[in-house]
């Protein structure tokens, strides 16, 4: 009986890899698809589960991912998001991010928004100053979201400028307060504009692939980042403050100090910065697509004489293994069209929307599956899942496509668990939050998204189209 009490349950991570198989084997015999269809619908599910138990390297997943649809299809469906551009954005992303740590860039601005919100002798009032500093961090944090494409670089950019804040006060539900608001802000400030993160890009790259169209950076801002920006740091802002509000005897450690002028390379890199944010931000002249703006500020980065950053010093330190991922998510939603699965399934969705059902209930419809979706397999998966359908949705319903993939995307932004996001894997890494008071927070900033912000984004989509 001890024995047996003692003896190791496995988790979900080690029950995965046989759970995978046996869906897909489950999948493929039982779909009602033709033999491709059921196919690939088999390998999305291996995929997902695999991706969702975590045993294996999300990426390790991926190049299986490009194997099995190589050997059931065609190299050139397994490949074929490395020749999308969304797959070079995230990659030279993630070397803007880099070059930003790198040139100390990231950290004088954390400095300059510290400086800025506590001019007043911040200790005299401490209460006054948490407020200040954490509004104006999370506008620190919304900021970067418009010129490092990358969310989890992002939120290693920040969290050790608003771990350190934080230790100036004595209060820890302060200093969870102080991390919760700026890191949420930055994270999921993703979805407000195009090159916020890997979802909007992997999103974009699906919609080129499969529908053969495109959503400008300028368009996407426009109809975006008025609510899913602004109105999102209001709210992380708000209900942040509401769960970690100060005590009524906070104390704050004054270490106020000058804050010093930018260095040379701070300053080139900011410039860099304002180039690439420039081309993207003109797209409704030129046309150029997003990878440009982010291809120019990593040439210069790396320019003889004009660069701030060693090519191999730097690239070395990148971890380029999501792009195996991002291609694999890529070749699931080519996949899933190709062999009609995708056209199959919104049919489904359709039998869900009513006849007469305005633009802004089909946009609610979208939203809601789309949220589910990502319950059962986390928001990147999701993407390859969901976009595609939406795609397919938009057309038989004859709805615009535009806002239809914009609900979807902005579904990805209310994530209740960390698995659904690798950010938030990393934001666990930290040691000054568990998992369960990362899920209390991201549970109460979802459902206030989803009953406040969302509407409203959904009445604008609905107004303008």
């Known amino acids: 009986m001890t024995r047996l009490a003692t003896e190791r349950v496995p988790d979900f991570a080690t ?7 046996l869906a897909a084997g489950a999948v493929r015999l039982g779909s009602p698809f033709a033999p491709a269809g059921a196919t690939m619908l088999a390998i999305t599910t291996l995929c997902i589960v695999l991706w969702v138990g975590n045993l294996v390297p999300p990426a390790y997943t991926g190049v299986l991912c490009l194997g099995l649809v190589g050997f059931a299809f065609s190299l050139d469906l397994a490949l074929s998001g490395f020749s999308s ?35 007043e002798s911040p200790a005299a009032k401490p209460a006054r100053t948490y407020r200040r500093l ?21 939120v290693l950019v920040l969290a050790p400028v608003v771990l350190e804040v934080g230790e100036r006060f004595d209060s820890p539900r302060v200093r969870l307060g102080l991390f919760f608001g700026p890191i949420l802000v930055t994270y999921l400030g993703t979805f407000a504009v195009l090159t916020g993160g890997s979802p909007n890009i ?20 426009a109809l975006m980042f008025p609510v899913m920006g602004l109105g999102r740091l209001l709210l992380i802002s708000g209900v942040v403050y509401a769960m970690y509000r100060p005590p009524s005897d906070l104390q704050l450690t004054d270490t106020a100090s000058e804050l010093r002028s930018m260095s040379k390379s701070e300053r080139r890199m900011f410039g860099f ?54 291609a694999a998510v890529l070749a699931i939603g080519e996949g899933l069209t190709r062999t009609n699965v995708a056209g199959a399934l919104a049919e489904a969705m359709l039998t869900v929307v ?35 359908i939406v795609v397919a949705l938009a057309s038989d319903a004859g709805v615009p496509l535009v806002p239809v993939v914009l609900a979807s995307t902005a579904a990805l932004g209310v994530p ?36 406040l912000l969302i509407p409203v984004q959904l009445g604008i989509l609905s107004a303008v189209f």
């Open 15 to 21: 029950l995965s890899v046989p759970l995978a198989v």
């Open 85 to 119: 551009p969304a797959t070079w954005l995230i990659a030279f992303g993630l070397v803007m991010g880099e070059a930003t740590r790198r040139s100390g860039l990231a950290e004088w601005a954390g400095r300059w928004v510290i400086h800025r919100v506590t001019l």
């Open 134 to 154: 954490l509004v104006g961090l999370s506008a620190a944090g919304l900021f970067l979201v418009l010129v490092i494409p990358v969310g989890i670089v992002r």
């Open 202 to 221: 992997i999103v974009l790259g699906i919609l080129e692939s499969v529908a053969g169209t495109s959503i400008p950076w300028t368009e996407w801002f």
């Open 273 to 326: 910065l304002v180039a690439g944010v420039a081309v993207w931000v003109t797209d409704v002249f030129h046309g150029f697509h997003p990878v440009y703006g982010a291809l120019l500020v990593v040439v210069l980065v790396f320019l003889p004489r004009v660069g701030i950053a060693d090519f191999e010093e730097t690239v070395g330190e990148v971890d380029f293994s999501i792009l195996f991922f991002v």
């Open 354 to 388: 009513p006849t007469d059902a305005s633009l802004f209930v089909v946009l609610a419809i979208v939203f809601s599956a789309t949220v589910a979706l990502m319950v059962v397999m986390g928001g990147l998966a999701a993407v390859s899942v969901a976009t595609p």
């Open 416 to 451: 209740f668990i960390p698995y659904q996001s690798a950010v938030l894997v990393v934001i666990l890494a930290y040691d000054i939050v568990d998992a369960r008071e990362l899920i209390r927070v991201t549970g109460v900033v979802a459902i206030a998204t989803a009953g």
